[in-house]
């Protein structure tokens, strides 16, 4: 049978078209932009992003970065509380290499300008859920992202050696010599016409940096731009991969007919919110000792009860017994949105539902980056380190980014001799694609929307075989959609999608259990015999093969996993 997803290759790919780089970053967000900042001064840089620099998922963030580094906080209390989110699954030592570099990463976050809020000249500490002690750092109130990527960007703009290049979308990733990666085949919109160059950027270390995939769910709290590109390209590289049955649904994102989806931090619950029924009950406190700021994954799943039993479409966050002045200085962004939709979020019932939210699965990487591909590296969402488990402790993802970003930048600092460098840029050139008929264009939206729709009815908080079985029906009857030779932004990322749609779904579908962020209704229990068993899944001749085991028997070497040949790994599927 055809392999729809098989990786594109020449003559789609003109090889004329080379340009060569020392270090190519896919992506812009907290981890592409760290690990690219700290080798800038020695190595020349090509950062590639789907969008304009500065706009990613890092972005959106509000709640902030956690830290152990209040006074009453300590490193071990922090590695606790990450694993006890992770219901089983944590990487221990990654979770403590995580933590530990914590405040050195901070430090070195505020030397290169990024402001953080204070109180009484000190850094400012916000609570989330299933946190022991406040250690959220947070800027603008509610815009820790986008002040971090402000910081981050405006560094590098002042840097000679990074080539950035915007509105480029990359491809797919190229294998060269002994199955190391030589690069990566991207696409540059080039001009209002439709033209558009593909070329390939051939480069020593190319990094994956791209992000989670919220896009695969009707609705999400991410930006259009996650579409899983880092995950689908590597999968299509033979690259392993793990956990993709895992994805975080945030419980509280503005919802209901009139309103797009828009993020309500769950610093807000952390600021004491409450979440009430449509009979204004505090349903939370009958399910979890610690009510509204339980974990994520617990609070999630009993908004979607409380929906089903009210025949709603949305539960409601109150804060109407805050104070109202506190209330909009700290969460400044959140509050302006609100006002813009009508809503006063110190007086009114806000309307909040679960949507898809973060990633835990993605690229298998040690603490440093590395990943079963010589050449390379995978940071921030689009990896899979196991600093997560089955289920993400609240702001433990730009802490992530910051910290692997630097120890992976570390290790090519120490790795890479400078007699090693590549010779200069070589003049490229372009070829050029002829643009996509309209029509195209719209059967590739309306089955990217078809695709969304089916993920959140049957892939979604709650699932079953039977959900799951009915989506991969319904999933199959979309490939057809898939244009051979992917020929714009859209359709690059629809086959991404459509891939990964169909592999989250298979990963759920064999994990039978459920753990963290993945819940069967038809096997509610937690299977101690899974404890610490990632699934492993790897496209062979466009065969998943799946195994469960350690990280450490998908990632190549070096870091916090055991080198491969120490892992269990039971393969389940040929
Ligand atoms: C939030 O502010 O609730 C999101 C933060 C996170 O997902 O870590």
Known sequence: MEDRFAPLSAPVVDWRSRRE?????????????????????????????????GESNTRYAQGGLAAAVGSDDHPDLHVADTIAAGAGLCDEDAVRTLVAGGPAAVRWLLGRGARFDLSQDRLALGREAAHSRNRVLHAGGDAT????????????????????????????????????????????????????????????????????AGQLWAVTSNPEGATGDGIAMALRAGVAVADLEFTQFHPTVLSGSGY??????????????????????????????????APRDVVARA?????????????????RHLDAELVRRRFPTITRHLAQNGLDLTADL?????????????????????????????????????????????????????????????????????????????ASVASSDKPMPASHAGEVERTRQGMREIMSADVA??????????????????????????????????????????????????????????????????LPALDGRHQIVRLEGGEARRSFGDLASGCNSGGSHKPPGSARADRIEG
């Open 461 to 526: 908080v709650v699932r079953s075989a039977d959900s799951l079985r009915n989506a991969l029906a319904q999933l199959a009857s979309l490939e057809d959609t898939i244009l051979p030779d992917a020929a714009t932004k859209e359709a690059v990322e629809l086959r991404n999608l459509l891939l990964l749609a169909r592999e989250v779904t298979r990963s759920a579908l064999t994990r039978e259990e459920s753990r963290g962020a993945h819940f069967r209704e038809d096997a509610p229990a937690r």
């Open 21 to 53: 780089t020392d270090i190519v970053v896919i992506g812009a967000g907290i981890a592409g932009l760290t690990f690219a900042l700290r080798l800038a001064e020695r190595f020349r840089i090509v950062i590639v992003t789907k969008g304009v620099l």
């Open 145 to 212: 992202g986008a002040e971090i990527e402000r910081a981050l960007v405006a560094q590098l703009r002042a840097r000679p050696g990074v080539t950035i290049l915007e509105r480029t979308v990359a491809i797919e990733l190229v294998t060269g010599n002994a199955g190391a990666c030589a690069g990566v085949v991207v696409q540059a919109d080039s001009g209002s016409d439709g033209e558009r160059d593909r070329f390939l950027i051939s480069a020593p270390v190319t990094v994956l940096a791209n992000g989670g």
């Open 350 to 426: 806000v309307p909040v539902a679960p949507a898809a939210h973060f990633f835990m699965g993605g690229v298998i990487a040690d603490t440093s980056g590395a990943t079963s591909m010589p050449g390379l590296l995978a940071l921030g969402e689009v990896s899979c380190t196991g600093v997560h488990g089955a289920n993400r402790l609240a702001s433990n993802s730009l802490l992530e980014g910051l910290v692997f970003g630097l120890r992976a930048a570390e290790r090519i600092n120490e790795s890479v001799p400078d007699t090693d460098r590549q010779p200069p840029l070589t």
């Open 303 to 319: 908004i979607q009860r409380q929906i089903a039993r009210d025949g709603a479409v949305a539960v409601s966050l109150d804060l």
């Open 260 to 293: 797009e989806p828009f993020l309500i931090s769950e610093a807000v619950r952390g600021e004491g919110a409450y979440l009430r029924s449509r009979a204004g009950d505090r349903f939370m406190l009958d399910d979890h000792p610690l009510a509204e700021l």
